[in-house]
């Protein structure tokens, strides 16, 4: 017998990260359709930082939260709509707002060592009906076992499904795979993983992950998503159906989608370029991309220099003010 994993696109959330989160409700139920007709079973569908993030800080999306789930809602037949929920900048109003649009999964994503801010979502959503993923955004920062004991936290509070993340794209393999077997040992709920591939191993971490006894595997066409992307959907299948697993994904109706459907809409190839790839080896979140680039142009500072400072200092999601400071002090010095 075969094999089983379950892919989970997030070209509609993460991939807007990309787009500058520009994306219409038409393209987004567009997308949706091709691949809800592959196949894939849950779709993730908000602004590219999560529901409630369209702002000036974070990026102004081209329409509202609601308004994208509506869209992929009416556009597929058989997936779920999921939508990302990071405490701090979504509300239980924005949640609430999701849901009566369509939205029948929630992805409630937490720094690595703050599984106790899900408490509040993570149970507000279950008793509302909703299917419950977690994430452990930066799992790179934290070895497995004090990993698995944030998990705990979150089965604890009813999660369903609970994700390592790569949220850098910082991880190999045996790191990867290591995070995923602990999570396994330590919980009884489901177990997934979120790629990102600034260091290029994004399938490989995977593949990783899912042998290790992660269930569900995050990906996106084309690998969109925030710096260097994550791991292609598309590849995914074909790797994962060559490495003897079942996806239940029609890897030729992915491929259809993703040249005619999102190829046209890409504003720039997704690539591992100096940026994406330091900030992986930095361990620096992803959505720090584009912020960092603008401040090593302001201040006529290497992005580089920028990337390794902070990541020395260890920031993490939402300490997005540190990178003006660390240019600023990094010209001051040259």
Known sequence: MSKRITLVDTTLRDGMSSVKHQFTADNVADIARGLDRAGVRTIEVAHGIGIGASSIQYGV???TDPDYV???VKAVDDADIAVLYVPGIATLTDLDGAAEAGAKTVRVAVHCTEADCAQQPVRYAKAEGLSVMTFLMMSHKLEPEPLA?????LASYGADVIYVVDSAGAMVPTQAGARVAALRSAVSTGIGFHAHNNLGVGIGNALVAAEEGAQYIDGS???????AGNAQTEVLVAAFERAGWETGVDLFGLASTTENVLAPLMTEPQIIDETALILGYAGVYSTFFHPTKRAAAKFGVPARDILMELGRRGVIGGQEDMIIDVAHELAGAR
Do not use: F
């Open 61 to 63: 999306a081209a329409e």
């Open 70 to 72: 509506r869209a992929a």
């Open 149 to 153: 004991e944030q998990a705990r936290k």
């Open 221 to 227: 066409l084309r690998g969109l998503g925030a710096s």
